[in-house]
Nanobody, 125 residues
Framework: QVQVVESGGGLVQTGDSLRLSCTVR???????VGWFRQAPGKAREFVAA????????YYPDSVKGRCTISRDNANNTVYLQMDNLKPEDAARYYC???????????????????WGQGTQVFVSS
């Protein structure tokens, strides 16, 4: 059984920073991870991805330079550091996991097999 649990969301002000965590309990030895977000009335949006050993990471232009994805494989935890938050960053953030033995990352939601329930981020202006 696979469990994906996000945490770290909350209410912050414009310009603040926040670090989200994703803890994964899985039977497979390695996995790629992606972060996605969805605001009310909007489509789900890709935020960041990392390969199994964080050798490769990828960000869309909307968050590049403000977000950093990292991972602690010893503790099966992946982080999303978000800096200089803007009101448009407010959304529910989801962690997605894909069993993966190569150092590849994925940016499409359909490429991931397991999802958490999400953690809410509010950004006040």
């Amino acid at each position: 059984q696979v469990q994906v649990v996000e945490s770290g969301g909350g209410l912050v002000q414009t310009g603040d920073s926040l670090r989200l965590s994703c803890t994964v309990r899985a039977t497979f030895p390695s996995f790629a991870v992606g972060w996605f977000r969805q605001a009310p009335g909007k489509a789900r949006e890709f935020v960041a991805a990392t390969s199994k050993n964080a050798l490769w990471t990828y960000y869309p232009d909307s968050v590049k330079g403000r977000c950093t994805i990292s991972r602690d494989n010893a503790n099966n935890t992946v982080y999303l550091q978000m800096d200089n938050l803007k009101p448009e960053d407010a959304a529910r953030y989801y962690c997605a996991v894909r069993p993966e033995h190569t150092n590849y990352y994925y940016i499409r939601a359909n490429d991931y097999y397991y999802w958490g329930q999400g953690t809410q981020v509010f950004v006040s202006s």
